[in-house]
């Protein structure tokens, strides 16, 4: 039987995984199904297990369930402990492997796909919930001038702050902060766009030649990536480049092979 593997979430019906992990198989040879796994909101652990019994070798994990899967796995990797989140598991008769690939699928995307550096760059990172956890290591060691967090609730993001901050300049507060400041990239990492709406930001965040990026993905622009236009943001992106990419290491992590992302990013865009 093929090897059996899934992306879990709530939601999860939007999901493009399913289709990207088809396409990553068929390229290179590799016997393997993948579904989508819609958990309970108050029964992932148990959904998990659920699909361990079943002969299940792997999963992604996305929202709202990235620190859960950090709290399930028995050994991490060093990218997923700084996080202290993980969207990639992979299950052996040793137990729960978690990883973080988010960070590493967001950089190559913004700098090899879209050909944007990140070094002295003033970076604005919207969120710290688990999507923000895997993205702020990987985006300090590209050395920006300055990373701020900035988030509804304070305290979450000053405690982020507080786990990253000997890794580089990095800021946080809550969305008043930052007004009047300007930013050469911003990046949403909230659950917003999920949902049609916008966090509640000030105007005039971009600067000349600036970089809007949601992590969330959909067939017309998220509600931030519009203010963005409306803000005059140079360069618009959603996570969809992110998307294959994060899911191109967990493939690798999973099957041992680094599939092409180039053909599944510009196949997926015309679907």
């Given at each position: 039987m093929a090897d059996y593997y899934a992306v879990i979430g709530n939601p999860v019906g939007h999901s493009k995984s399913p289709w990207i992990?088809?396409?990553f198989a068929r390229q290179t040879g590799q016997d393997m199904r993948y579904e989508a796994i819609l958990a309970p909101m108050d029964a992932f652990a148990a959904t998990v297990e659920i699909f361990r019994r079943r002969g299940g070798k792997g999963l992604n994990v996305t929202v709202p369930f990235k620190l859960e899967a950090c709290h399930i796995s028995s050994r991490l990797t060093d990218r997923a402990d700084a996080a202290q989140a993980v969207n990639t598991l992979l299950f052996s008769a040793d137990g729960i492997s978690g990883?973080?690939?988010?960070g590493a699928g967001l950089i190559r995307d913004i700098m090899t796909n879209l050909e944007f550096p990140l070094k002295a760059k003033h970076i604005l990172l919207m969120g710290a919930g688990g999507a923000a956890r895997g993205v702020v290591l990987p985006l300090l060691e590209n050395e920006p001038r300055v990373l701020v967090i900035a988030n509804r609730t304070k305290q979450k993001a000053h405690e982020l702050q507080q786990q990253f901050f000997r890794y580089g300049n990095i800021i946080s507060g809550d969305y008043e902060d930052i007004r009047g400041e300007k930013f050469d990239l911003v990046i949403n990492a909230?659950?917003?766009?999920?949902?049609g709406k916008l966090p509640s930001l000030?105007?005039?965040?971009?600067?000349?030649g600036s970089m809007a990026y949601d992590i969330m993905y959909g067939v017309r622009h998220t509600?931030?990536?519009?203010?963005?236009?409306q803000q005059g943001a140079a360069h618009l992106a959603d996570g969809l480049g992110m998307l294959v990419e994060q899911a191109a290491e967990s493939f690798f992590l999973w099957r041992g092979v680094r599939?092409?992302?180039?053909?599944v990013i510009e196949k997926l865009r015309n679907l």
């Open positions: 992990h088809a396409e990883d973080n690939t988010d909230t659950s917003a766009s999920l949902y000030p105007p005039r965040l971009f600067a000349v509600p931030f990536l519009q203010f963005a236009v599939p092409k992302t180039e053909p």
